[in-house]
């Protein structure tokens, strides 16, 4: 190997190990995020989660015709 290779080699493997070791100048790793802090992140998880499944149940509820009343229902039906 001539010496313009290995310098290369050299200086390829520093600034890869330099990025690995920092996470690419991540200054705040504690952070899930640069906007929130992990309990806002789990505060807008939770949300998300909540709303899905009543997403989901709503949907299975307008699928089976659970949200209808029965035709055979003794009740007047509006």
Known sequence: MNKTLK?????????IASIGMTGCGTMTPE????????????????RIMD?????????AARIFFLDHNMAGT????P
Do not use: C, F, I
């Open 31 to 46: 952070l899930l995020t640069t906007g929130r802090t992990p309990s806002q992140e789990h505060y807008k998880n939770s």
């Open 7 to 15: 310098t290369v080699l050299a200086v390829s493997a520093l600034s």
């Open 74 to 77: 003794p009740y007047p039906m």
């Open 51 to 59: 709303n899905n499944t009543r997403t989901a149940w709503d949907d």
